[in-house]
């Protein structure tokens, strides 16, 4: 496998579920991002990692909790999200952190019902 | 001023044109700045770095005026595989930030 893989691909859920997103980049790389593409915004960063450390929180609500296990490896853990957390969620990886040339996974699109 | 703002479109253009995006952006000190491309319901992925020489590839060309603080996007004889949303992308702040623009749409039509 090669580049940045996200599973699953399309998520439904409802406000009372715990539910979890996995990426996993298979480039070697040591920095991992968390984004969020809601219609008609642009991308926003939620959380960044530097080799398996947090380096960045964009002031996300605690109902989305990032893990990062290892540096190929990322997740992020959904508990009682609101309809409007709905989106794209894209996972991205780069070199380093400081590097904004950056590959990403194809997305979960994420349905809060 | 925002961040980072570009016209989200949709820009209509007929096969064989020459088509140019503008981006811009507000923080002086970033120093290098990139072009994504994102089709329809899948994720971007990187077209181009922009430097303060200008970049080109093909029948793209990305520039930068710093003077200006904006960067643009050039794509001449545009083909209809070129139908995407553009993203302009540009690094700064602390643990380089990077902050994406809404994108702009350009639609090749036949």
């Known amino acids: 496998e090669t580049g940045v893989t996200q599973t699953p691909r399309h998520l439904v859920m409802g406000m009372t579920n715990k539910k979890s997103l996995k990426c996993e980049q298979h480039?070697?790389?040591?920095?991992m991002y968390w984004y969020k593409q809601s219609a008609k915004k642009p991308l926003e960063l939620m959380f960044v990692y530097s080799l398996e450390e947090r380096v960045e929180n964009n002031s996300v609500p605690s109902r989305f909790s990032p893990e990062c296990p290892n540096s190929s490896h990322l997740f992020l853990h959904l508990h009682t999200l609101q309809p409007e957390d709905s989106a794209l969620y894209l996972c991205a990886s780069s070199q380093e952190v400081q590097n904004a040339e950056a590959f990403f996974g194809q997305g979960t699109r994420l349905t809060v019902v | 001023r925002k961040e980072v703002e570009q016209d989200p479109g949709p820009f209509n253009v007929p096969e064989g044109a020459t088509v140019a995006f503008n981006c811009t952006y507000s923080n002086s000190a970033s120093q290098s700045f990139f072009w994504y491309r994102q089709d329809c319901r899948k994720e971007p992925k990187l077209l181009m770095s922009v430097y303060s020489s200008g970049n080109e590839d093909g029948r793209f060309t990305a520039q930068l005026n710093r003077a200006s603080q904006y960067i643009s996007l050039l794509i001449r004889d545009s083909k209809l595989s070129d139908s995407a949303t553009y993203l302009c992308?540009?690094?700064?702040?602390?643990?380089?930030?990077?902050?994406f623009g809404i994108g702009t749409k350009l639609q090749v039509i036949p």
């Open positions: 480039l070697g790389h040591n920095a």
């Open positions: 992308v540009v690094p700064g702040g602390g643990y380089q930030k990077v902050t």
